[in-house]
């Protein structure tokens, strides 16, 4: 009785949280007038791809999710690559100031990020990088969260490996690669989901570096498309679903390296 009970919660649970993203689905088929309808419908009267034939008929559509989708892969790269190393250095590595660096490191925890807005702005416009990929990815390659989890992961691994392994000539990044990223491959995987999704929904600060429309990410291009102010909901809908169609094959794909990982690691 426990176990059903427990089920049918977790069911209503999962179905309040999908609800949105069913309803926008279910949205982007509707044709016109199910919009200015009397009575509220969930599924549409008729299937209509009217909404799809103008999101992607869009000059713009296209070039943002194009940029969004360069400047997410950039930053969960990178910021995978930075965490992986950071970690490696603080766990496997002893040098002068170690304790101190790493506790300036993790103080950037108790830091909001619109309170870095100013200072990111500023050192990114005097690097010449305003309207680039490499101004809105830069600020976003260092995470303290990320490097603390990839850090716990780590700290399993025995010392005494890394020493065997540097005998026998094999160098750090040989070490990394061949022994720690297949030891944590799913937290390196989690990193990796979370920054490209945080990079992909970043909507404030590729606002303020980007001027020309050619450069927008798609956050801030789905509101410059004009579809709400047009009338045209189905549309707006419709640019929703294809916008999030990245993230759920994401996942997908995720899931399988994950289990993969578990049961016989990533060589």
Do not use: C
Request: glycine share 6%; no cysteine.
């Amino acid at each position: 009785m426990a176990r059903i009970i427990r089920t049918i919660i977790i069911a209503l649970l999962a179905a309040i949280m999908l609800f949105p993203l069913l309803y926008a689905f279910s949205a982007s088929f509707f044709p016109p007038e199910d919009f200015t309808a009397s009575e509220a419908r969930f599924l549409p009267s008729h299937i209509s791809f009217r909404g799809y034939a103008l999101a992607l008929g869009h000059r713009y559509f296209g070039r943002y999710m194009l940029n969004s989708f360069i400047t997410a892969l950039m930053s969960a790269t990178l910021r995978t690559a930075v965490s992986v190393l950071a970690a490696f250095a603080f766990t496997h590595l002893s040098f002068r100031g170690k304790r101190i660096i790493l506790t300036a490191l993790l103080a950037t925890l108790f830091i909001p990020p619109d309170a870095m807005l100013y200072e990111n702005y500023t050192a990114i416009a005097r690097m010449g990088l305003l309207d680039s990929y490499a101004g809105i990815v830069l600020p976003s390659i260092f995470s303290a969260s990320a490097m603390l989890l990839t850090m716990g992961s780590y700290a399993a691994a025995d010392r005494d490996i890394y020493d065997a392994a540097r005998m026998d000539g094999t160098g750090d990044l040989g070490y990394i690669a061949r022994m720690l990223v297949p030891l944590a491959a799913p937290v390196s995987i989690t990193v990796f989901i979370q920054a490209f999704i945080s990079s992909f929904n970043s909507y404030l600060w590729p606002l303020l570096v980007t001027v020309r429309p050619r450069m927008r990410t798609i956050q801030i291009g789905i509101a410059m498309l004009g579809f709400a102010e047009e009338g045209e909901y189905g549309a707006q809908f419709a640019a929703i679903i294809i916008m999030t169609a990245p993230f759920l094959l994401l996942l997908l794909a995720a899931r399988r390296l994950i289990m993969k990982a578990i049961s016989g690691g990533i060589s």
